[in-house]
């Protein structure tokens, strides 16, 4: 039985708010916007600008696709096991698997180096919402509009990368009702410090992924290096020894990916009714693929398993925001939002001159999409394959590095390429066997999907079987190589038309069709997306006031909530778990996988105080990106971890889900890390480092 | 958010099947026709003769209304606690309350009386189908068939009592398709050895009732004495030393109250919009006034406890087993199932004849029940007060025991005037204050519901307030005095008539009132009820044999399955618990009532093995009336008490919920019972009568 089916017809409780209410703890704030007014209303609590500068400061984001905080003036950084769960997998080998494992360094000397993690600090932003809207033209086609705008922010980023030696990124928030450059320190030498068995990281595995009741112990410890000397980090969170009591007001400061709650009805039916079972179907194929792979032994299990982790995590979550746009009266409430909005637009003349149209505007963009989605979903050899990733990279930029930084694609813009560069360059292990399974698996799917008569597909195969293209890429590519990766990067457009390695040559004979659909998808969907979504974002400025938070854009917000459990079926949940929790479950499942015990826990479970509580929720308005967000306090001091929302919470993708819903956030608590690291791992000098404060 | 919601939904996975089909584990079966084929195919179990006898005979029925066995040669009786409760409260007084802190003899002389518990073993059985069935008079009306029928059964019970001094129930099965006479030894001498504190019984409170995982030790074991001896009980269960594994084959033997999978849709839809919503407002209504009464104060709430627990437990109950029948994909089923039969019916031209118009017939009398349900419902004394119940019986049995034996209404019949006996000189306390509050608000709601001018309201009140009535006829009576109940008993009908006794008289006044009503619904519903019922039995035979179980009774029937965890939601339910889950829970909610723990439980944590499983569910088809039932292994020896069923079951009262849908029954495993007996309560010597089956 799937609650979510429940959940779903629950919304209709929510659903009778007025559309324009922002419900109690909703909203993923940016930091110039915190919610103070709520904050002060609801939980009597007034940060000084201090707080504020602290908390941001003290955060950090993963490139990897995660959040984490410093947790020590040395550089240390707190994230999950499941956010450093790649850079885990590409720091093991055969013989030494840290994902199973784990890992601890006893000194910084043993302190393992990321191969290719990037962590990133907010240290200042500003609103360039004038100067970028202000570069479109007068009478500027969308497109132009488009190219106008994207041209403004790469000349942005460049000027402030060069005056501020940051990192900057121009973010667009409220679909283009603003922008902000965002200009952040960067780390690039991140050790490994500490990292628990993925067993009790995930335990439970993905039969418990998104559920509460919840016993992980997700939890990573990395540094940051400067000059091959730990980073000193003066704003770093200080440690709360009980972690939080019931009831308690906590924040959240991390990175949520995305969020599509300002969607047009015209976009969401585009979501629910291709979108995301495309979606579906691309993860569901990678998945299969995997687990074929992962099926013919221990080691090749070992290399799947990450990827694998991530696409069933991936499959989970967009199940359950799936179910939510297929619940009738959730789409009707998102109709009746619409309806709402559009009506005050249209009693003004003057808002409906300069905004009514734009909702028209999206639902023919968007009627046009369905004949490409498929296209766009399957013309790459990157999503499926790490080589594929690298070859297409090359390639591609080799093209567009000799266009001005104005004009060329988002992620070749001149600010981005040292971050592309650590990618392309990264030491991380590349194994041939996985990579063309997958491959293969994929162009199978494709072909399909689309048919030999595709342009991709015709491209791709050029006559071979799927299986016989892998085999012949994988088999004949230098790429793992990065001595050849650079060699190929520096010798530019020349070296890349000249050269003869098999992947590369899939690369350029898939080129062309990869440029069409994205010119097709930049003219006919960005820019519409753009334009429009400027134009709508302002309509609800106009109508509402600037109420609501943007959309989630992996970039740092504050999310907040009361630690709290909730009611469930007929009973209640509690509002944490403790180690008594974690030895039932294993015990009640004799422990059967996914549900045993890495044997460290099963040996030492009489040196643990088995009442201390171990995982906690509480009501934040989270999403995935969120991962590893430090969970603090009034104090600013750490009560738990972020790694996880429960399965209630799920559609708050497209529709923020409350408290009386059930929705909440999973976090590790505070003192479960203390009290495994000191009894179970002989960390103390770890724990010390991060209760002591030094 | 109730999962109940998502259950119903659910359904339609079942529904799916053939109508005929009997499901996976299905059947509340009685003993002359156990599922030896199911059992075989399934579970490659073949029972001897030996085995069902034994079974049947170390299994007990307690009148109090659940289940029991027979676990050592010494007349022990294990049970739960909440199917003794009524006996425990009535053992308690306010300076030693048995409820709350639970109680054990460690000698016999220990033991305590239970002031009015009558606990049967089925000794024997026969079909009196014939006898029963032919006693009609061909061209009798309904009224008179059921007439007829009557007096053969009060006759065949009569005979069977005279002859074997066995207490002998004739039963109607199959709504009438067959008749049997059970025959049981009758123990009335029955003494408390054994219970836990109710915290622990029934930890977790309303909140967890019906959920699983769980946490209950709801057991207490009983004595029957004959001679003030220990009763010698030949046929007792031993005890399995391990319990239950995953997977195992196990049988509950025990005695299934009701349920109702042979309606007609007619029937099906008076309960869905007029009977459930109605008893929902009895219950609510007397849960409501227990509540307020017991909000006065600690002696209050002792004395109403008892009550309270069974009405929120059947609230709860009712509740899911109405939303499986507002289910519109249930509701749906059960038309197509009953038109699948008429069509079969139809089809035979004899079948037509003989059983063609029964179910137009049933539809017809329960057109008019709506008009009388309220009215019958409310106009009663006895099911809101002790006292009430004690006066009306004392009315009633004067008028009755003049009529010949057949004529009499079936509670009066020779029969069963031992079981009367010793209900009416039970020398259980009796509370005035509780009595005069829970009347006083019977009547309040029965006045709201049924208006002045309605014969009852009018015969009750007699111009007075419910509060001036119940005021009056409790502060007034003497009934509370059994040797006053019995000089009313035996004086008859001139006794009762010159009585002064107020409530008495109250009791006088309204049983006009209730002879109307029940001769109306016995010649409009029950006779309707058993001619057509019986019609459509003999049509079900007919068109597919005797495949399935006949609906509950309150008889001893055999449920199996399998012990098994379940899906839900996206995870796994393990098949037991453990005492770590109890510690968690208690933690986790930081002992906040319901989730606290005897002080026992908390300062003993260091003696338990908490490793040890605590409850544990299986697939077996289980109701009310089941708490108690021994579950056994294949060898007849005892692996768990059942005591519960989950929330996705509920709706079997009207559909049997099967292995798929999650559906389970709920029980103490057999080792929580010797752990906690050993290592908590001092209780080695229970402990060694059990496991050393001495």
Redesign the interface.
């Known amino acids: ?7 779903v ?2 919304l209709s409780i929510l659903l009778s708010l007025p559309a324009t209410a922002v419900r109690a703890d909703e909203g993923m704030w940016t930091f110039d916007n915190p919610p103070l007014k709520q904050w002060k209303e609801r939980y009597n609590f007034e940060p000084t600008k201090e707080w504020l500068d602290h908390v941001r400061l003290a955060s950090v984001r993963l490139q990897d696709g995660g959040s984490g905080s410093f947790v020590s003036v040395n550089g240390l950084v707190m994230t999950n096991q499941h956010v450093a769960g790649g850079q885990l997998a590409k720091l093991s080998t055969k013989e030494r698997d840290l994902v199973k494992d784990g890992f601890y360094a006893r000194t910084n000397a043993e302190e393992l180096k990321c191969p290719d993690l990037e962590i990133n600090v907010l240290v200042s932003y500003e609103d360039v919402t004038a100067r970028v809207q202000g570069a479109v033209k007068a009478n500027a086609s969308d497109k132009e509009a488009n190219e106008q705008r994207k041209a403004a922010m790469a000349a942005i980023e460049k000027e402030s990368t060069e005056t501020t030696k940051l990192k900057s990124d121009v973010v667009t928030l409220y679909s283009g009702g603003e922008y902000w450059v965002y200009r952040y320190k960067k780390y690039t030498d991140v050790r490994l410090v500490f990292a628990p068995e993925e067993q009790i990281a995930y335990y ?1 595995g993905d ?5 509460f ?1 919840r016993h992980d112990l997700d939890v990573t410890f990395l540094r940051v290096y400067e000059n091959n000397q730990p980073a000193r980090t003066e704003h770093f969170f200080k440690w709360s020894a009980k972690g939080p009591s ?1 009831g308690e007001f906590v924040v959240a400061s991390g990175n949520p990916g995305t969020t599509n709650r300002l969607l047009t009805n015209a976009q969401l039916q585009y979501q629910r009714d291709l979108g995301n079972p495309l979606q579906m179907q691309v993860l569901s194929s990678r998945r299969d693929a995997l687990s074929r792979f992962a099926a013919a032994g221990a080691e090749q299990a070992r290399r799947a398993n990450s990827t694998r982790r991530s696409l069933e995590n991936s499959i ?1 979550r967009l199940e359950s925001q799936q179910a939510g746009l297929l619940n009738p009266r959730l789409f009707g409430k998102k109709e009746a939002e619409e309806k709402a909005l559009r009506a005050a637009i249209a009693a003004n003349p003057e808002w409906q001159q300069a905004y009514g149209s734009a909702w028209d505007q999206v639902a023919k963009a968007y009627g046009g999409l369905p004949k490409y989605a498929k296209r766009i979903a399957f013309s790459s050899i990157a999503t499926p394959s790490r080589l594929g990733s690298l070859a297409s990279t090359l390639v591609r930029y080799a093209e567009e590095i000799r266009k001005p930084n104005a004009s060329r694609y988002d992620e070749f813009r001149d600010a981005r390429l040292e971050a592309l560069k650590v990618n392309l360059f990264s030491p991380a292990p590349i194994y041939p066997d996985l990579e063309e399974a997958a491959l293969a698996a994929w162009l199978e799917e494709g072909q399909k999907t689309l048919g030999n008569d595709d342009p991709f597909i015709r491209a791709a195969l050029a006559g071979a079987t799927p299986a016989q293209v892998a085999r012949q890429v994988v088999t004949g590519t230098k790429l793992t190589d990065v001595a050849v990766r650079k060699s190929l990067f520096e010798g530019g457009a020349d070296a890349i038309a000249k050269s003869d390695d098999p992947l590369i040559a899939l690369a350029r004979r898939i080129e062309p069709v990869y440029r069409e659909l994205r010119a097709w998808s930049e003219e006919n969907i960005q820019s519409v997306d753009a334009s429009a979504g400027q134009r709508i974002a302002k309509s609800r400025f106009a109508a509402y006031g600037k109420t609501a938070a943007p959309d989630a854009t992996f970039t740092l917000r504050l999310s907040y909530g009361a630690v709290k ?1 909730y ?6 949940v ?5 180690f ?2 974690l ?3 294993a ?4 422990e059967k996988p996914p ?1 045993d015990l890495p044997a460290r826990y099963r040996e030492g479970r009489n040196k643990l105080d ?2 201390t ?1 171990l995982n906690f929720v509480y009501t934040a308005d989270t999403i995935g990106g969120n991962s590893g967000s430090p969970v603090v306090n009034r104090n600013a001091e750490i009560v738990g971890l972020n790694f996880d929302s429960n ?2 919470k799920l559609p708050n993708r497209y529709v923020y889900v409350d408290d009386e ?2 929705g909440r956030a999973v976090a590790v608590h505070s003192m479960a890390i203390i009290e495994a690291l000191r009894k179970l791992y002989g960390a103390e000098k770890l724990a010390e480092e991060i209760t002591g404060a030094r």
Do not use: C, H, I
């Not at 039985?1 to 959940?7: E, G, I, L, P």
């Open positions: 039985m799937k609650r979510v089916v429940a959940f017809l629950s439970g039969y418990d992924n998104f559920t009741p019931d989970k459990g009611s469930e079926d007929t009973t209640l509690p509002f944490k778990t403790t008594y929790g030895y039932d479950r015990e009640s499942f004799g549900f088995l009442s509580p399965l209630q819903e059930g």
